[in-house]
């Protein structure tokens, strides 16, 4: 007697095989129908803390790309300015250059030669991780795309104004102060 109802109605023939595969497939379907259903309905009643987890989740996440982000930039930069830094010898005869860098005024010592190229801007000075290196403009506007704050730009040249009672003195570029 330990046969099933099922069992007990095949072997008597009032039920044929397929009828009953059939039953049983649409009894598996109804039980993942509503499976699903209680799974869909459990996101939405999320505890107040769960939702808080998932969004300090999320910006740390955030935080961790940008990161990544970043040192990917400075890695990018650091390349970039060990390939093409224009090679600086020190020596008895340097003079220093004076530039503005983040409302400081700093100086590199560099050769009479390399002065007057950085002046005429065929050499632009480069912060890289706090030591200042010389590089061809090119490479500099690369780096200008990566990270602009880490290029120093030097001043443009203005035109004097009409009324300005100085404007015939001119002031050399090569003026040390």
């Given at each position: 007697?330990?046969?099933s ?6 072997q008597a ?5 397929t009828k ?5 497939k649409q009894?598996r379907?109804?039980?993942?129908q509503?499976?699903?259903?209680k799974?869909a ?5 999320l505890l107040?803390e769960?939702a ?10 955030l ?5 990544r982000r970043q040192?990917?930039?400075a890695?990018?930069?650091k ?5 093409s830094r224009?090679p600086?010898?020190?020596g008895?005869?340097?003079?220093p250059?004076h ?6 005024v ?15 801007g065929?050499l632009?000075?480069v ?6 290196e010389l ?9 200008r795309?990566?990270n602009?704050?880490?290029v ?8 004097p ?5 100085y404007?015939?003195?001119?002031v050399p ?5």
């Open positions: 007697m330990g046969n109802l099922r069992e007990q109605l095949l023939g009032l039920v044929d095989k009953v595969n059939s039953v049983n009894k379907k109804q039980a993942k509503r499976r699903q259903a799974e309905v459990k996101p939405t009643s107040p769960q808080a987890k998932r969004a300090r989740d999320r910006e740390l996440d935080r961790r790309i940008e990161a040192r990917e930039l890695a990018q930069v390349q970039l300015v060990a390939q224009y600086r010898k020190p008895e005869d340097d003079i250059f530039f503005d860098n983040k409302g400081k700093k100086k590199l010592y560099v050769s009479a030669e390399v002065h007057k190229m950085i002046s005429s065929r632009v000075i912060n890289c991780n706090g030591s200042f590089v061809p403009p090119e490479t500099a506007e690369k780096i795309q990566r602009p704050s880490l120093i730009d030097l001043p443009e040249e203005e035109r104004s009409e009324d300005d009672p404007a015939a003195y001119h570029d090569d003026l040390i102060w």
